[in-house]
């Protein structure tokens, strides 16, 4: 008798206790897939956030500006979709044109999952990344002319309006997302200058963070996220970071090296397995106040 | 009157007449597709199916009259346009659709000749009129036609070309963004996804953080960025305003009383 008064509170118990269980298998992640360390190397730290994607466990998703059709902004669009995933890292991904959130839009050429967001090309910003539906990101040099895009024979030559229209016609049919960054290093090259003029914007200093993508000393598929937090221009940041991949990472190719924002818009997060935020590797703002957000999440 | 000048003048009307026939004919195959195509723009009589034909039996794509139709068109005639469109629809019948990019860049390339001989594309004014000449092509770019690709990039060449100019403005102008020609084009282009980037200077990125309440940013960003001397010459600074700001409400207070 006394065993059936508490069998409703027992079975609730249970159902609670398993409901949590799952709730918190759902937040859990591969933590072999990811690898965070912070190195210093010729005096000079850096915190690096090595994210293995030989399995597709890992997949990117980057989200560019405010849904044009239901006006949801940046981080709510995030909100809603990170809902039953496990979002390793979020953070900044290209330029913008102003630091004003309302007013600001990603310099350059940017496609959101199909839709328009800017149909200028940026000339000054060499690197064309496309993030597919897979969730992997490719970049492409945007001089080099010679974008392949399925069912197109020919080579796109993004410069030229008659195959960039393809291109973004391509895109919206595609659900395709794409935007433009500094290419940094390409095809295991470094793919930059040094700041000739003291007054452009090359010249100014800033901490750095930057995303790659190559091979691993085990010839495996990686993404790489950079902070380099001391004050350097983009030149000395990138030769910097490309010489610690090669000589202390020993990577065995770099395929891209892209900058990552982090002037108006230095947002960061890492996420541990069980879904809390890393406190000593974070950008300067929350991600509620995110203009564009690029993504890393486990399937 | 003399017998012989009869002759003479009769001689001399053939042999004008003969100059006359001959100039016309041997100068009739160059002459007749840039007529047709200059009456095909100015009047509705000729069609564009005679002027497709003819290119067709002639099969001289490579005498495609680029430059009259260049110089003849107004962007933002939308009837000439429509017209151009029936054109290019045809031709595509007659080779594959790269006649189609060739036209366009033929059309781009010459256009851009036009324009940059006869005005100066770095001036505000000018831009601002070639972006309204512009804004007539957009409704085409919408069309639901087999052709539409090729004014969205007669179009997105044009718009580019005026973003890329006003960006060198305002990066060789410093103030000419704030003014209303600049916001004016600024605007349009943005109300075609075409966003200009100009770029900010420090002091515009601080001012924009202000107008947004975002203190906290600002103060971290000036913890991150500055070193320690400036840090410390700051303090210096803040510490003595405030000292001379107490001082001053605490003579205030003691005159008071007294």
Known sequence: MTFQRYLPSLTALLIFLISTAFIKGVEEYDEDLIEVTTAVFKSEKFHVVVLKRQNQRISAKYFAATDPYNNKTVPERFQLWKKGKNIIAVS??????????????????????????????????????????????????????????????????????????????????????????????????????????TQQSCAKKASRRFLIAGTDENNERINVIIHSPSETTLYDGAVKVFRFLKEYKEMKSIHFMINLDTGCQDVFNLYYTDGSKANNLKGTLHENDAVNLLVFHYE | MKKWIIPVIITLLTVIAIGVFLSYYLHRNDQNDYRQVQRFYNSSTISAD??????????????????????NISLSNIEKQQELLKYVQYSDSLIDNNFQELIFIALSDTLKKVYEQSIDLNDLNTLLSLTNEVSGLYPMTLANQKNKIFYQALFDYWLQRIIQNLEHIAQSHYWSKYTFEYKYISTVCEQYNYNPSTGLSSAEKVLDNFADNRYSYLFNRFVLQTTLLQKTILFIILT????????TIYTLLKSGKS
């Open chain 1, 92 to 197: 900044s991904g290209t330029y913008m044109t102003t630091c004003s959130p309302q007013t600001a839009k990603p310099a350059g050429l940017c496609i959101d999952n199909g839709v328009i967001v800017n149909n200028s090309i940026d000339s000054r910003l060499g690197g064309l990344i496309i993030v597919n539906q897979k969730g992997d990101i490719k970049a492409t040099k945007i001089s080099d002319g010679n974008l392949s895009i399925p069912g197109n024979n020919k080579a796109i030559d993004i410069k030229n309006s008659f195959d960039r229209n393809t291109f973004i016609n391509w895109a919206k049919n595609n659900d395709a997302t794409v935007f433009q960054s500094h290419l940094l290093a390409y095809d295991d090259l470094l793919n930059i200058s040094p700041c000739n003029n």
């Open chain 2, 50 to 71: 005679s002027i497709v034909q003819k290119i067709r039996n002639k099969n001289s794509y490579e005498n495609f009259p680029y430059r009259l139709i260049a110089e």
């Open chain 2, 240 to 247: 003595f305003v405030t000292s001379c700001v107490l001082f």
